[in-house]
């Protein structure tokens, strides 16, 4: 995947942001996340429906007890007419029960943070080339921690553009926690 200078600058400074802030809040443990799933499209103005694979790499830093942050990278597949994949920024609210070994959260981010930067390889433009998308996105998760460091993690993100399609992707995946 190419993204244009300006989507590359965003994630550069989106990651960068990350990693100066991380040092500021009380270190908890990191994990890393693959998930892969199914993303559906939902109404939008070109009125277009479809499904299609989605995968996400997921990297997610405790801020204490009861918050983290995590940044990601989201394909949203092949669904008709689009192509959109991007990076994600989100904080999120988290309660652990069952002997810590299930773990209930819900990330989300705002369009004005430029949360969800998404560039839509497929979208017809006066170029003809990709656009950027900028799009809010809400996760809700579920965690269970199998082993000492592993866990397995359903997420539904919703992201919501107010010019392009909306998208609702359900995905499961595998990760490690540092």
């Known amino acids: 995947m190419r993204l244009n200078r300006r989507a590359r600058a965003r994630t550069a400074c989106l990651l960068g942001g990350v990693l100066w802030a991380a040092p500021a809040f009380p270190v908890a443990a990191q994990e890393l996340t693959y998930f892969e799933g199914a993303t559906n499209s ?23 007890e009861l918050f983290e942050f995590s940044y990601s990278w989201l394909n949203e597949g ?81 992201a919501v553009t107010t010019y392009d399609r909306d998208t609702e992707v359900r995905q499961i995946g595998v990760g490690y926690r540092f």
């Open 42 to 64: 939902i109404d939008s103005p070109l009125k277009l429906k479809g499904e299609s694979y989605a995968w996400k790499v997921e990297y997610r830093q405790g801020l204490g």
């Open 78 to 158: 092949h669904v008709t007419a689009h192509h959109r994949d991007g990076s994600s920024l989100q904080l999120w609210a988290r309660e652990t029960i069952f002997d810590r070994r299930l773990s209930l959260a819900l990330g989300a981010g705002a369009v004005g943070a430029g949360l969800y930067v998404a560039v839509d390889k497929r979208r017809n433009t006066a170029s003809g080339g990709s656009a950027e998308t900028l799009a809010g996105m809400v996760t809700p998760s579920v965690s269970y921690r199998f082993a000492e460091h592993w866990h397995a993690r359903f997420s539904w993100n919703r």
